[in-house]
């Protein structure tokens, strides 16, 4: 992200997938990894909106229900994927819902998949931070 007038978010990129806007406690939480965010609808989201939606992407991959990870397994697996393990579970299909999860779902933590750019403003006496999210094709 590059400030080019004062006061004014602008990306000097075409390709962001998008930019929100948080509190300053909505990003001390999202950057600490306690809360989420949700790209599409611009809200804060858990670990548990995240997990259901992994949940539906593994039964859209055709994963066997006792083979989906727990919620635990789950973050653990978000994390190493995150450190470009692209492959921390030992099902090829449940690897195929977590890319598509991430990729698609909305839902990114902190470290996200792809490239989250930051800056901050006081507005209106109160700090407001702009977060960009690009993911390459």
């Not at 930019?19 to 858990?46: C, G, H, Q, R, W």
Request: net charge negative; proline share 3%; with cysteine.
């Amino acid at each position: 992200m590059k400030t080019i007038r004062n006061s004014v978010f602008e990306t000097n990129s075409s390709s962001s997938h998008c930019v929100a806007l948080m509190s300053d406690a909505e990003y001390i939480d999202f950057k600490k990894n306690d809360s989420l965010f949700n790209f599409f609808t611009s809200e804060p989201a858990t670990w548990e909106d995240f997990y259901r939606q992994f949940k539906c992407d593994c039964n859209d991959e055709g994963v066997n229900e006792n083979e989906i990870p727990t919620l635990l397994e789950f973050k653990a697996g978000v994390a190493e994927f995150e450190d470009y393990n692209e492959d921390p579970f030992e099902s090829s299909e449940a690897n195929n819902a977590l890319w598509k999860t991430m990729r698609y779902g909305g839902i990114t933590s902190n470290d996200g998949i792809g490239e989250i750019s930051h800056t901050e403003r006081e507005l209106g006496g109160q700090k407001v931070h702009a977060v960009s999210w690009y993911v390459p094709e």
